[in-house]
């Protein structure tokens, strides 16, 4: 009997038990009016009477009809019973009868459910994130858990597996995962692997105490390991509190690299970690490599000693290369300095292409938005501009341009851009992009005056460019929507999009290109052996531009990767253009 109520209960939902719903209501009728006439017969035998004693056939007839009418309810109390169950994904035991053993049962089992889901929701997702979207993630290329996101390890002492602690990074474990991004990154980077096979026997760097503040991502990891090999010894921070990869940073400590960095830097950690770079017992660095000068201003303003005996900066921001003219204007530059910012390389290739790809990366995730017929308002129109321009405008966004500079607005204008200022299209821009360099580009009153659902956001250096703490003000609502995504909200209603909180978009919210960062740090490790092995007064105290030699250099390393080959200069073409055959090519002076 037990196996037929069982068939019977897993039937299908559109027939309980056999009979469909029309049939099952008619027979419940019908038992009812039954049993009725059953009970008034027994009671007009003999009141009180027990009709389990009772041996009138009528009372046959109504314990076997209330019998059947018990069976039909349970029966159908498992059905439901069963379809509650599998629509919440929990299980319940089910008794002989079919029936659910109890209702605290099922609640128990819900109860362990939701549990469970919360359980599910912590535990740590070890595969590649694909878009920011995610609330447990970073960014999109970092391994983290939604346990650890507000934990500073600061004061949580770590050991790689060999016992090395002098490190401050997220989450050790995840340095399996960064040795692999580093690999991957390494099959991008050909002139920084091709540099290491060729000077690795000569160790130019030997002696070098490097001190290092840069994004910390596979392809400064690279860097970084290149300079070792060279013969460096390093210590390292991030000069953006959101760039850093958390399993990168792992997979550098675990190598016995002293590495200071984590996504998610407050302020007073990432002066922190700066100040852990420098200070540590039996070292004193002698060669800065900066990106945005904190790290070189920090060792002026509070270890002016360790400064003046340094043998060179090298210096790759925009913000970082102005904060060293200003020293040497003053006269507090000690030291030489190199801007490799400024070398046809970084220009062309870091700033211009780059970011051309980066930007549609970072808003792609960041905002899911369509490009296509959306204003978008890009502030500045130097290299960094032109690629977001190029862009934006080949996915068919209605791009204008705002500029200070002549020339650059007339190459604005020459590729088809509207060139305006920024007031007079503050209240129809979809989306706003700012690339100057300069501080508070777009400010409150801008922002005041901009449409419901505008973005906004940053890809020059500096995080001065929008006035984002003039935003945080008791009238406003900040509403975290998703990682570096937040909605600004005023008070009517109107909510702005704000990226990064103003910070670097592509390297806060998406990844730059490896092969691109290859050009970059092949320019960074050139000019650091380059400073290191000056004889004395080549470099005065002064802010020099890489060598053109060294730029060629860094373009030819790249070439094989696409199978091109250069063309060579007879000798009878070389005289007549006054060159040598082996370059440098082009005068100082010459625009690319």
């Known amino acids: 009997m037990l196996r037929d109520e069982q068939q019977n209960n897993n039937k299908s939902p559109t027939a309980k038990n056999g009979v469909d719903s029309g049939e099952f209501k008619q027979r419940m009728f019908t038992i009812g009016e039954e049993a009725t006439t059953a009970i008034a017969a027994t009671q007009q035998a003999g ?142 980077m050909p002139a920084l692997m091709d540099l290491r096979r060729r000077a690795a026997a000569d160790k130019p760097l030997r002696g070098a105490r490097i ?33 850093t990869q958390n399993e990168v940073a792992a997979g550098l400590a675990e190598a016995g690299y002293s590495i200071f960095a984590w996504k998610g830097e407050q302020e007073d950690d990432f002066w922190w970690c700066i100040d852990r770079c420098i200070n540590a017992a039996g070292w004193q660095p002698n060669m800065i490599l900066d990106d945005g ?43 030489p300095a190199m801007n490799v910012n400024d070398s046809v390389t970084k220009q062309k290739f870091d700033n211009l292409y780059s970011c051309r790809e980066s930007v549609l990366d970072g808003l792609k995730r960041t905002t899911d938005l369509m490009f296509g017929g959306k204003q978008v308002v890009v502030c500045g129109y130097g290299e960094v501009g032109k690629g977001c321009c190029a862009a934006l405008k080949g996915l068919g966004a209605i791009i204008y341009v705002t500029e200070i500079d002549p020339i650059c607005a007339l190459q604005a204008c020459m590729e088809g851009m509207q060139v305006v200022r920024l007031s007079e299209v503050i209240k129809t821009g979809d989306i706003f992009i700012t690339c100057t360099g300069n501080k508070n580009v777009i400010c409150r009153d801008h922002l005041d005056r901009m449409k419901s659902g505008a973005v906004v956001c940053n890809m020059g250096h500096s995080n001065t460019e929008i006035d984002v703490a003039s935003l945080k003000t008791p009238e406003l609502t900040w509403e975290k929507v998703r990682s570096q995504v937040d909605h600004v909200i005023w008070p009517d209603g109107k909510r702005i999009v704000l990226l990064a909180e103003g910070r670097l978009l592509n390297l806060s919210c998406s990844t730059v290109p490896s092969f691109v960062l290859s050009i970059t740090h092949c320019t960074q490790a050139l000019a650091l052996i380059e400073l290191f092995n000056a004889p004395e007064g080549r470099y005065k105290q002064d802010v020099y531009l890489l060598p053109k030699k060294m730029d060629e250099y860094v373009a030819s390393l790249h070439l094989a990767a696409f199978d091109a080959h250069l063309t060579e200069l007879s000798d009878d073409q070389a005289k007549y253009l006054g060159l040598n055959k082996s370059g440098p090519f082009k005068p100082n002076y010459y625009r690319y």
Request: hydrophobic share 30%; net charge positive; aromatic share 6%.
């Open 47 to 188: 009141a009180g009477a027990d009709p389990l004693k009772h041996g009138h056939a009528h009372d046959q007839d109504y314990l076997s009809k209330l019998e059947e009418k018990r069976n039909l309810l349970r029966k159908q109390k498992s059905h439901s019973t069963r379809r509650i169950l599998s629509k919440n994904h929990s299980f319940s035991r089910i008794d002989s009868y079919g029936s659910n053993t109890s209702s605290s049962v099922f609640e128990q089992s819900a109860q362990v459910s939701f549990a469970e889901d919360r359980i599910r929701k912590k535990q740590r997702s070890m595969s590649r994130s694909i878009s920011a979207s995610s609330v447990d993630s970073f960014s999109s290329a970092s391994y983290s858990s939604s346990e650890d996101d507000d934990a500073s390890p600061r004061h949580k002492p770590a050991l790689n597996s060999k016992g090395f602690s002098d490190f401050c990074i997220k989450n050790i474990r995840h340095a399996d995962f960064g040795r692999r991004e580093i690999e991957i990154a390494e099959q991008e």
């Open 211 to 243: 001190v290092g503040c840069t994004h910390v991502s596979a392809q400064s990891a690279v860097l970084i390991e290149t300079l070792t090999i060279l013969g460096a010894t390093v210590r390292w921070c991030a000069c953006n509190i959101y760039s």
């Open 293 to 335: 000068g904190d790290l070189t201003h920090s060792i002026i303003k509070k270890y002016p000693n360790v400064f003046r005996d340094m043998k060179g900066i090298v210096e790759e921001s925009v913000t970082g290369v102005h904060r060293l003219y200003q020293l040497a204007k003053t006269g507090k530059l000690s030291i």
